[in-house]
């Protein structure tokens, strides 16, 4: 079956530091990739997807690319605001596009 | 802009009670999903609905069951409440094929 493996925190960062949080899968088929946002205090928010290997997502500075040949899709940002504080969750979706499987989630916490 | 809508934030009930948890979404969408959110396992898949009356378990329906009977309106039932179903719940919902998941903020339910 799917499955994502997120790299696990609590990842603690200085304001302006370089981001990357890792995430690889494991699907049949062509699988979509995105990663969802979860501030505190609510749900998850979309931030980003990629539908075909080499596509790149981004969105408020944040890029991930969709590299079929190591089945990965890491996160990364160029410089983190404390704003950027929160869960960040990797997910695919099966071929039909409906369901999403979700790795563990890796908490972000940027420090002034 | 999608509103998901779950009925409570915050939710305490004894062990043996019968619980529901309400989901409502305002956008017309086909497919509606519960997932539970614990530390360290992500999210995981309880069960989800691509039209009314439709149900189908997802990766832990295990003391869970769901109802559908109008479109916008998908409810979780804990039929008898155990203390290993305290946990964080998350109701989402999607038009088919590869759109986003949109989610409510979450009912955090403590079984004592």
């Known amino acids: 079956g799917n499955s994502v493996t997120q790299m696990e925190g609590p990842v603690t960062l200085s304001e302006e530091a370089f981001l990357t949080i890792n995430c690889t899968y494991t699907?049949?088929?062509?699988?979509?990739l995105f990663w969802y946002v979860q501030y505190p205090g609510e749900g998850l928010q979309l931030l980003l997807k990629?539908?075909?290997?080499?596509d790149k997502g981004s969105n408020k500075g944040f890029e991930a690319t969709y590299r079929k040949e190591t089945t990965s899709f890491h996160l990364e940002k160029g410089s983190v605001q404390v704003s950027d504080s929160a869960v960040y969750f990797c997910?695919?979706?099966?071929?039909?596009?409906?369901?999403?499987?979700f790795g563990g989630g890796t908490r972000l916490m940027v420090k002034p | 802009d999608v509103k998901v809508t779950q009925s409570s934030r915050y939710l305490v009930k004894r062990t043996g009670e019968k619980v529901f948890l309400e989901c409502v979404q305002d956008?017309?969408?086909?497919?509606m999903f519960w997932y539970r959110q614990d530390p360290g396992l992500g999210l995981r898949l309880i069960y989800f609905?691509?039209?009314?009356?439709?149900?189908e378990k997802g990766d832990i329906p295990e003391g869970y069951s769901v109802s559908r009977e109008k479109k916008e309106r998908f409810s979780l039932i804990l039929e008898s409440a155990s203390t290993n179903q305290t946990s964080m719940y998350l109701c989402?919902?999607?038009?088919?094929?590869?759109?986003?998941?949109?989610f409510g903020n979450g009912t955090r339910l403590t079984v004592t």
């Open positions: 990629a539908t075909k290997a080499d």
């Open positions: 997910a695919l979706s099966d071929n039909a596009g409906n369901m999403l499987t």
């Open positions: 989402a919902s999607s038009t088919p094929n590869g759109a986003p998941l949109h």
């Open positions: 956008m017309d969408h086909e497919n």
């Open positions: 609905s691509y039209d009314v009356k439709m149900k």
């Open positions: 699907a049949t088929g062509y699988p979509s």
